[in-house]
């Protein structure tokens, strides 16, 4: 037996009160003569005996009155026994912990998962009296409304507007939340039930380092309550690729789609479908045996630019929620470029080239280096450097580099090399030890040596049995030059030498060629690769490496302010809300948009401008429906200590019946108070006959 409130046990001193007046008041009885009958006196013996028996019985029965007033208001509770009329009187801390993630979504014989883990809540939550509390957690909420509630009404809201998630579920933080809650309490019952599919991927890996044997005592009790209960159907689109580094509109775009079979049976004649902007763009079927995976390519054109919405699908099985997949891309509808040049003999074939082949989408602007440090780079996607005249500006292109601005090096045709190698050094790329050839001299000239075809420069630029035909240039003056490891040869000359380079620097790509765009050091402005060739590159420097291209649910968005143009930025949801974000304070370079529980496609808005559209996906992990058993969640008990009683609930079992046969804390009050009354009443019946006694012998 426990006493919910032992501090009154002291009044259990009480008792004495009655035994002390007891002996205060004993006499012994004056003697009365009576007439010489024998018998009176005899009556008189019994009677005293008799009274003696009944005060002793009422000294007991004061002593009893006291001791069991002053244990009703210990409030005396029994530990696992249920007694009616009794149980609710204990007061109870609950703490419910719902599986709100998309695994819960498998619908059964009674409903979905989550719906029947809603319903079991709210059961629950109802059958709580006055002076109990309780609060609800969820295994994927990043926010957990912290805090023991008695407002029941509005847990049952809550759990009514609940959605399934597709955040990544955290049952360890979760259980410590709930174990802090009803370690607060002063509640007889503390109680956590977990309601859960239990599918493995909620329980931590090994080596967690929790100790939470003071939250979970003994006097905790964990009731865990299983929902799985069928096999499970269910094709997961694990990732969605996208294969070109270069987009442009009409033009071929491939993707990887992996796709794994979940089920306990072979799928044939799968139809993955992929869509761009919402059309479907493409259909592949596709064949998966028990267990495996898949990657499965698709090729799509894009008839739109700007953002291209990406969304690869299956048909609909068991769980609907891991059925898409999203990707963005963007295709550039005008490419802004900058050429900086002192001479227009160094910049007249690259002006001439981009002008003539890229069907206008591609515009530029001329500047010669001394109006650098006043032109605006990020409004530009490519900036060609044809001039070394660059001594107090380099430091802008730095920076416009590390913004995920690309540069094209072009050597001048009256190149500096201390002031080219200046350049170099500042931009992290290897110096040139040197000039090669001679100008307008052929005696000494090199070719094209080596061309990694693999380059996405390269990619549809020519037909397939052309790629080795290239008419390499004749190349007789040039600056010799290696990439020593810093970055990659696109194209080398027969020397050694690289011709085309790339570097990166911060988020931007570095175009390097070793030979001016001048008849005097090489034929290569005549040749038939030449527009081609740059036209592809500007096409390939100007598409942004998009880092935020596999975001899973929860993960923070990093928005560009060097994108925002106008006070007003928003960001449009998957759903079609809309949150409006604050840019304060002033001087950051990004900021973190943080509300990404949907999975879709989150349009970021600077005024009217669409700025960004990033994919955002649900975590794999979640379509492998492999359910633990009691040994895995076990385990997991013994890693954080935990001290309480667990108690399995089983699904062909009534829980609230289970929950009241299992929970202790059936309190005693009212039958001690009960007795108390029981015995007063006796107490005052037989102390009336007492005093008739008493008066009848005096008399």
């Known amino acids: 037996m426990t006493f919910l409130n032992p501090a009154v046990l002291i009044g259990l001193l009480a008792a004495a ?30 009677k005293i005996r008799k009274i003696k028996i009944k005060q002793w019985l009422l000294l007991v029965l004061r002593v009893l009155i006291i001791l069991f007033i002053v244990l009703a208001f210990a409030r005396p509770a029994l530990r696992g026994l249920s007694i009616a009329g009794t149980t609710s009187a204990a007061k109870t801390t609950a703490v419910l912990i719902i599986d709100d993630t998309f695994s819960m979504s498998v619908l059964s014989q009674n409903g979905s998962y989550f719906n029947q883990a809603k319903d079991f ?43 399934i998630s597709y955040l990544t579920p955290d049952l360890n933080k979760v259980i410590t939340i709930a174990a802090q809650l009803v370690n607060k309490s002063n509640n007889f019952n503390r109680e956590i039930y977990l309601i859960t599919d239990f599918q493995k991927n909620i ?27 069928k096999k499970v159907f269910n094709i997961g689109i694990d990732d969605l690729k996208i294969n070109n580094q270069i987009f442009e509109k009409n033009k071929p775009i491939t993707f990887s789609v992996t796709l794994s079979n979940y089920s306990e049976q072979n799928v044939q004649n799968g139809v993955l479908s992929l869509f761009l902007n919402n059309k479907r763009a493409a259909q592949k079927s596709f064949d998966i045996e028990v267990g495996k995976s898949v990657l499965t390519d698709v090729e799509a054109l894009s008839d739109a630019t700007g953002f291209i919405e990406v969304t690869a699908e299956v048909e609909t099985d068991d769980v609907e929620f891991d059925n898409k997949k999203f990707s963005s891309l963007f295709i550039p509808d005008k490419i802004l470029t900058l050429i900086i040049s002192d001479e227009n003999s160094s910049s007249r074939f690259l002006k001439l080239a981009l002008q003539t082949i890229s069907d206008g989408k591609i515009k530029f602007n001329e500047k010669n280096s001394n109006q650098l440090g006043g032109i605006q780079l990020k409004n530009y996607d490519v900036v060609f450097l044809c001039s070394d005249n660059l001594s107090h500006s380099a430091d802008r ?36 030890p040197g000039f090669a050839g001679k100008l307008n001299d052929k005696s000494l000239s090199v070719q094209f040596d080596k061309i990694d075809f693999n380059h996405p420069v390269f990619r549809n630029l020519f037909r397939e049995n052309d790629k080795k035909n290239i008419e390499s240039p004749v190349i007789n003056y040039f600056v010799k ?31 390097f060629f070793n030979t001016a765009f001048d008849p005097g050091w090489s034929n290569f402005p005549i040749k038939a690769i030449f527009a081609p060739l740059l036209v592809k590159s500007v096409f390939y420097l100007s598409q942004k490496e998009n880092l935020q291209n596999n975001l899973l649910a929860g993960e923070f968005i990093s928005i560009d302010l060097n994108k925002i143009k ?9 759903d079609g809300t809309i949150d409006f974000l604050n840019l304060e304070p002033a001087g950051q370079k990004s900021i973190e948009y943080k509300n990404t529980n949907l999975v879709g496609f989150y349009k970021i808005y600077s005024g009217n401008e669409i700025i960004d559209n990033v994919a955002v996906n649900h975590d794999r992990t979640e ?73 009848g012998i005096k008399s």
């Open 17 to 46: 009160i009655p035994v002390i007046i007891h002996l205060l008041n004993l006499r012994k009885l004056k003697k009365i003569e009576f007439s010489t009958l024998a018998f009176l006196k005899e009556l008189q013996k019994n």
């Open 623 to 695: 379509s492998n429906l492999v359910y633990a058993d009691k040994n895995d969640f076990e385990k997991y008990l013994e890693q954080i200590n935990f001290m309480g009683n667990l108690i399995y609930i089983e699904k062909n079992k009534n829980p609230l019946e289970e929950i009241n046969q299992a929970r202790f804390g059936s309190e005693l009050w009212r039958i001690f108070l009960l007795i108390a009354i029981i015995l007063a009443v006796a107490e005052m019946s037989i102390a009336r006959n007492v005093k008739k006694d008493l008066e």
């Open 481 to 511: 030059h290696s990439t020593q490891g810093k970055g990659i040869s696109i194209i080398k000359l027969s020397d050694g030498s690289s011709f085309l380079s790339e570097f990166k620097t911060g988020n931007g790509k570095i175009f």
């Open 397 to 432: 292109l730095i920076q416009f580099l590390k913004d995920g601005g690309s540069l094209v090096i072009i050597p001048s045709i009256n190149a500096d090399l201390n002031r080219l190698n200046d350049i170099l050094q500042k931009l992290n790329i290897p110096s040139a």
């Open 203 to 229: 329980l931590p890996s090994t080596g967690i380092k929790s100790d939470l044997s003071e939250l979970l005592n003994e006097n905790i009790k964990l009731y865990s309550f299983s929902l799985s209960d």
């Open 566 to 574: 106008s006070p007003q930025t928003k960001v449009i949801r998957p």
């Open 121 to 163: 809540a709210k059961k629950i939550i109802e059958q709580l009296k006055e002076g109990d509390e309780a609060a609800l957690l969820f295994l994927s909420e990043k926010n957990q409304r912290l805090g023991l509630t008695n407002d029941f009404n509005s847990l049952i809201n809550e759990l009514n507007q609940k959605e």
